[in-house]
C-alpha cells in the first residue's frame, strides 16, 4: 500500500523541511506551493492520496477554504493543519472545517512525523477492515457504527464522519455509560506519542455534537462530565 501524501505550504524552505522528512518516512510526497495548485493536483490525482499536510496561511487560497473543499471530496482522508502560534483561532475553525490535527510552527521533523504516522495507522486500520469485507457493526440506542465502512447512522439517516470522529464514537460505543477523561480520549484516539494540547478532543467533540445532537447546545449523547471528560448516554 502507498503512502500518499499531498503538503501545501508557500514558504519554500518549510515545504523542502517537511517534504524531506516524509519522504525519509517512506511518504510518497506531491507537493503544492499555495492553496490552488494543491486542489488542482489532488485532482489530477483522482485524489489517490491518504493525507493531506495544509498551511493555514497561503496565497490564492488558504488552508483553511482547501481543507473544507478536500472535506467535501472525501471523508476518510487525513489533514493535518501547520500554524502559527499566533493563530490560535485558526487551530479551531481548522478542525471545525474538517481538520484531523494541526501542528504548531516552529516544529520539529520528529513531532511531524509522528503526527502524521498516527493518523495514517488510523486511515490504514479502516482500509484493511474494508477490504476484508470488515461487517461488524456496533449499535446503540438509534445510533449504528459500521466499522467497514467508517460510517454512522441515526434512525437509518448516514452521518459523515471524520477518522478522528469515528474513533472517538468507536471508543464512546465500547463504553457505553462510563465517564471517560479527556487524556484517556486523546490516548485511545491520537495514540501514546502524541504531543498536542488536550482541548483537541473538546474541539472534536463539539463537531461531534453538532452532527449527532437533536440540541447541540444541550447535548443528551454525548453528555460532559465536568472536572473529567465525556460520557456516552443512550436510552
Given at each position: 500500500m502507498m503512502k500518499n501524501i499531498l503538503v501545501a505550504e508557500d514558504e519554500n524552505?518549510?515545504?523542502?523541511?517537511?517534504?524531506?522528512?516524509?519522504?525519509?518516512?517512506?511518504?510518497?510526497?506531491?507537493?503544492?506551493?499555495?492553496?490552488?495548485?494543491?486542489?488542482?493536483k489532488y485532482d489530477e490525482a483522482n485524489g489517490d492520496f491518504d493525507i493531506a499536510v495544509l498551511d493555514i496561511m497561503m496565497?490564492?487560497?488558504?488552508?483553511?477554504?482547501?481543507?473544507?473543499?478536500?472535506?467535501?471530496?472525501?471523508?476518510?482522508?487525513?489533514?493535518?493543519?501547520?500554524?502559527?502560534?499566533?493563530?490560535?483561532?485558526?487551530?479551531?475553525?481548522?478542525l471545525m472545517h474538517g481538520a484531523d490535527d494541526y501542528v504548531t510552527k516552529p516544529f520539529s521533523p520528529m513531532e511531524l512525523v509522528a503526527r502524521v504516522d498516527a493518523l495514517y495507522r488510523r486511515i490504514a486500520i479502516a482500509e484493511m477492515r474494508s477490504e476484508n469485507n470488515f461487517k461488524e457493526e456496533i449499535k446503540?440506542?438509534?445510533?449504528?457504527?459500521?466499522?467497514?465502512?467508517?460510517?454512522?447512522?441515526?434512525?437509518?439517516?448516514?452521518?459523515?464522519?471524520?477518522?478522528?470522529?469515528?474513533?472517538?464514537?468507536?471508543?464512546?460505543?465500547?463504553?457505553?455509560?462510563?465517564?471517560?477523561?479527556?487524556?484517556?480520549?486523546?490516548?485511545?484516539?491520537?495514540?501514546?506519542?502524541?504531543?498536542?494540547?488536550?482541548?483537541?478532543?473538546?474541539?472534536?467533540?463539539?463537531?461531534?455534537?453538532?452532527?449527532?445532537e437533536d440540541n447541540p447546545s444541550a447535548p443528551k449523547y454525548i453528555v460532559t462530565v465536568w472536572g473529567l471528560g465525556y460520557k456516552w448516554e443512550v436510552n
Open positions: 524552505a518549510i515545504r523542502d523541511f517537511v517534504v524531506i522528512n516524509l519522504e525519509r518516512a517512506g511518504y510518497n510526497v506531491t507537493e503544492a506551493e499555495n492553496g490552488a495548485v494543491a486542489l488542482k496565497p490564492e487560497l488558504d488552508g483553511l477554504s482547501v481543507c473544507k473543499e478536500l472535506r467535501k471530496r472525501n471523508g476518510n482522508l487525513g489533514i493535518i493543519m501547520l500554524t502559527a502560534k499566533t493563530q490560535e483561532m485558526d487551530k479551531v475553525t481548522g446503540s440506542g438509534d445510533f449504528t457504527l459500521n466499522l467497514k465502512h467508517h460510517s454512522l447512522k441515526k434512525s437509518g439517516r448516514r452521518i459523515d464522519l471524520t477518522q478522528v470522529e469515528f474513533q472517538i464514537m468507536e471508543y464512546f460505543f465500547s463504553n457505553p455509560g462510563t465517564a471517560l477523561d479527556r487524556s484517556a480520549i486523546l490516548k485511545y484516539v491520537w495514540g501514546d506519542q502524541y504531543v498536542g494540547e488536550e482541548k483537541i478532543v473538546d474541539v472534536n467533540i463539539r463537531r461531534l455534537r453538532m452532527k449527532i
